[in-house]
């Protein structure tokens, strides 16, 4: 079994920054990629990033480029993701999700992933 444990979210005012952290436990796994997605109430879950473990592409929805960055840590299996100049538009459920498979995959898309995390709530006030 494995799990992904989310923290560091919470309240923060706009333009203020978080650390969103992510890690996997359980049985041991190799990553192929690892990613970030949100879902805001009444919306629909969306993508915002993705790193590929063995290269370290990235990958960003248009709307958090230049703001958030994410970035890998092999050896807790897991990965992070820094935002900046949070707006009140980014308050969200944010979830980590970890891909397993060797497969060709686009890391945008949820069905890519085979482990997903329980979600860390971010709010940003205005």
């Known amino acids: 079994q494995v799990q992904l444990v989310e923290s560091g979210g919470g309240l923060v005012q706009a333009g203020g920054s978080l650390t969103l952290s992510c890690a996997a436990s359980?049985?041991?796994?190799?990553?192929?990629?690892m990613g970030w997605f949100r879902q805001a109430p009444g919306k629909e879950r969306e993508f915002v990033s993705a790193i590929r473990f063995i290269t370290g592409r990235t990958y960003y929805a248009d709307s958090v480029k230049g703001r958030f960055a994410i970035s890998r840590d092999y050896a807790k299996n897991g990965v992070y993701l820094q935002m900046n100049s949070l707006e009140p538009e980014d308050t969200a459920v944010y979830y980590c999700?970890?891909?397993?498979?060797?497969?060709?995959?686009?890391?945008?898309?949820?069905?890519?992933?085979?482990?997903w995390g329980q979600g860390t709530q971010v709010t940003v006030s205005s």
């Open positions: 359980g049985r041991t796994f190799r990553s192929y990629a």
């Open positions: 999700a970890a891909r397993e498979k060797a497969i060709v995959a686009t890391e945008v898309e949820q069905y890519d992933y085979d482990y």
